[in-house]
């Protein structure tokens, strides 16, 4: 049952993305072209797709399925034969206890959840899919994944071997079909294993593919040192970089298709002692922006983040290391303030969402885009909101304050460890104290660890060392307070099962919210140490990373060897 169109329309409205005016002539193009009306929507950019589904979910009263970011139960899957669920768009994807979950994109259909209730003999759980939900999870119809993928390289490795005379160009071996099969298959596989990363490292005896899966890297296969001049090179080719050039580092993108999803892929070329190692960074265009309570921010910090970004002006910083998911962060922040009533514009390298109503620029530093030059054009677009992908240097930080101090509210990103060390990082970067306590309004340290799989969590009493090592880790963090924490006698580890096979599944951000008070505004700009900065946040009861993590830990989302893993990085 699709939503009412009266209801549809109040909803949209209401959300102030669009103007009556502006709903009613979206509804006379969708039965002009026999569309739906949020299909129109959506189309012309007036409202996010994310946006809608979150509309939706809330009509429906249930929760998002988000399949692209799990891997699926085969074995439940299959309890629905697939052209069936292809047909009616749906996915059986896990079991928990007698029920079992079922992502629709209708959930309205009474009618198949019934049936699905008469067909299976279970209680029905329903979860709301997207189109690419569905095509995600019906991938694993198609049997054992990894198994398929072996078989595939392994057949492909004895035909390249055969194929690659040694007299063959590189431009000629790397356009051998069983090389191209070879490089495909390995992507095609990372997109199927939620990879971030896929790593190609020769060493001397061979080639080792890794993929980065929630953080941490895996070897995935070997393959012939001999075949590594044609991948190297079919990579070159793809990402249009030189493929004679083997002892200067290269940068360069492609665009992968896979099925009906296109993957934005970021390649580096560097030479190593063994010769040039190449690593892929997977952007798929299919992900939405996750908005802030997916990313795991919850009570106090929520309600700081969102007060902050009530204010017409200043900067918000994100901080944390490479891959901490400071970008995503940046993004569920301008989901929130993404109305028509404002000019967002932003200047990232790379683009990796795609939003509706976000000018957004790509940093070309051969066209003369940096994040500098680029800010400081936007600034003349008649901007209210800016986004600069990152401050690394004095140009682009002294734009940014500039911006922020003349009536824009600007976001960005630092590499800093936390939140208070991004203060020296501005004084070192250039940034004089008066201008950074006058425009700093918030700052969002982070990192990500890995969730437990709830198919196979289990509870465990805490041992003595546990204990210790919570212990030992409040006296690094606050070196001159005694810390007496309430540990739990239970908490929660990972097991092992056929759907996630290491105990963990999908990652979630641990965070550090520090808001600048006019206190802290003052001690900015007087001579501070840093444990003056850490007194004062501590006194204004800013919650550090690691008490943000042992919330998550005793609530069952991760674990202790999570948290201080990523804390003692």
């Known amino acids: 049952m699709p939503i009412p169109e009266r209801k549809l329309r109040k909803m949209i409205v209401e959300s102030g993305l669009v103007s009556v005016k502006e709903f009613e002539s979206a509804k006379t193009e969708a039965h002009r072209a026999g569309q739906k009306i949020e299909n129109v929507l959506i189309g012309r950019g007036d409202v996010p797709e994310s946006y809608f589904f979150e509309l939706l979910s809330t009509f429906y009263g249930v929760p998002m399925a988000g399949l692209t970011r799990r891997t699926i139960n085969m074995e439940v899957l299959r309890m629905i034969p697939e052209d069936f669920a292809k047909t009616r768009g749906i996915a059986v994807f896990d079991q928990s206890e007698s029920k079992l979950k079922v992502a629709m994109q209708d959930p309205g259909d009474i009618k198949l959840i019934e049936y699905l209730r008469f067909k299976t003999g279970s209680e029905i759980e329903v979860y709301l899919a997207t189109a690419a939900d569905i095509i995600h999870a019906l991938r694993f119809y198609k049997g054992d994944i990894s198994k398929q993928f072996e078989i595939i390289i ?4 004895k035909k390249a071997l055969i194929a690659s005379p040694e007299t063959a160009t590189l431009e000629r071996l ?6 191209v099969t070879i490089i495909d298959s390995i992507i095609e596989f990372a ?21 980065r899966i929630d953080g ?3 070897d995935i296969t070997e393959l012939p040192k001999e075949l590594h001049p044609a991948l190297t090179a079919r990579i070159k080719i793809l990402s249009n970089l030189a493929i004679d050039e083997h002892f200067k580092p290269q940068d360069g993108r492609f665009k992968f298709k896979f099925e009906d999803e296109a993957v934005d892929v970021r390649v580096s070329v560097m030479p190593t002692f063994h010769g040039e190692k190449s690593v892929l960074r997977l952007l798929r265009g299919a992900a939405r922006p996750l908005n802030l309570e997916e990313l795991g921010m919850v009570g106090k910090n ?14 918000i910083l994100s901080t944390g290391p490479t891959g901490s998911g400071k970008t995503t962060t940046l993004y569920a922040i301008l989901h929130l303030l993404n109305k028509p009533g404002v000019n967002i514009s932003t200047v990232e390298d790379p683009i990796e969402y795609d939003v509706p109503r976000l000018n957004q620029t790509q940093v070309n530093v051969k066209a003369g885009i940096t994040f500098a030059t680029g800010l400081r054009s936007l600034l003349r677009q008649n901007p209210d909101i800016l986004m600069v992908g990152e401050i690394r240097d004095l140009e682009t930080a002294e734009i940014a304050v500039n911006a922020a101090l003349t009536g824009h509210l600007l976001l960005s ?7 208070i060390t991004s203060i020296p990082r501005l004084t070192d970067i250039g940034v004089p104290k008066f201008l950074m306590s006058t425009t700093l309004n918030l700052i969002i340290a982070q990192r990500l660890v890995r969730k437990i799989c709830q198919s196979c969590i289990e509870s465990y009493p805490v041992s003595p060392e546990i204990k210790k ?8 963090l606050y070196p001159k307070e005694k810390i007496t924490y309430a540990i739990p006698e239970l908490l929660y580890k990972s097991g092992t099962c056929p759907e996630c096979s290491v105990g963990y599944q999908g990652q979630v951000a641990i965070f550090e919210v520090l808001t600048v008070t006019p206190a802290m505004r003052e001690i900015i700009n007087s001579e501070w140490t840093i444990e003056d900065l850490r007194k004062q946040a501590r006194k204004e009861g800013m919650m550090t990373m690691f008490e943000d993590g042992l919330a998550k830990v005793e609530a069952g989302i991760t ?3 999570e948290i201080l893993r990523v804390i003692r990085e």
């Open 216 to 218: 941490i890297l895996k």
């Open 559 to 561: 674990t202790i060897e």
């Open 154 to 157: 392994e057949e492909n490795i």
């Open 302 to 315: 929520l309600a700081i983040v969102k007060d902050a970004i009530t204010k017409s002006h200043g900067m």
């Open 413 to 419: 990103s630092l590499h800093t460890n936390d939140a």
């Open 469 to 476: 090592a919570i212990q030992d880790q409040f006296a690094i």
């Open 174 to 179: 790397a356009e051998n079909i069983p090389i």
């Open 191 to 211: 997109v199927l294993s939620r990879a971030s990363d896929i790593h190609f490292e020769r060493t001397a005896e061979k080639l080792i593919v890794r993929y």
